[in-house]
Nanobody
């Protein structure tokens, strides 16, 4: 069983920063990929950032230069540092993991609201 628990969401002003955490538990395997996706009301879920087992990363176009994904293997935790936040970043952010053993798993999501 894989459990993914997100934290760090909240309300922030435009131009501000947030740091999201995704703690994984219940696994004894290495994930091929972990990452963040987001979904705003009425929109499809979209890629925010992913980090692969080898350390390579991918970002959605609007996140490049503003967001940084990182991991702490000892803590089984993935982070998303979000800077220069915009109202368009308002969404529920979901942590995701994938491996050949587990397939895709999703966290419950954490709300990020960017507003004055």
């Amino acid at each position: 069983q894989v459990q993914l628990v997100e934290s760090g969401g909240g309300l922030v002003q435009p131009g501000g920063s947030l740091r999201l955490s995704c703690a994984a538990s219940g696994s004894i395997f290495s994930f091929y990929r972990m990452g963040w996706y987001r979904q705003a009301p009425g929109k499809q879920r979209e890629l925010v950032a992913v980090i692969f087992s080898g350390g390579n990363t991918n970002y959605g176009d609007s996140m490049k230069g503003r967001f940084t994904i990182s991991r702490d293997n000892a803590r089984n935790t993935v982070y998303l540092q979000m800077n220069s936040l915009e109202p368009e970043d308002t969404a529920v952010y979901y942590c995701n993991s994938f491996s050949a053993l587990t397939g895709d798993y999703w966290g419950q999501g954490t709300q990020v609201t960017v507003s004055s």
